[in-house]
């Protein structure tokens, strides 16, 4: 139960770090854009493991 809730929140944050890497990159901060966009693979990264049952 716990991973599954850890991986819905892991997944939400990933949403939430595209919404706001799209929003740096139209405003040209390409250095917090790439921030944003490491922080989102990474969250996909691990709600998969968490839904997988691998974490």
Known sequence: MTKS???VFT???AG???VLMI???RKKRWGL???FFI???TNLVNSIH???GLL
């Open 16 to 18: 939430i770090c595209i």
């Open 33 to 35: 854009g790439m921030i």
């Open 11 to 13: 997944a939400l944050m």
């Open 39 to 41: 922080n989102f693979f």
């Open 5 to 7: 809730i850890f991986g």
């Open 23 to 25: 929003q740096c990159f």
């Open 50 to 52: 968490a839904f997988s």
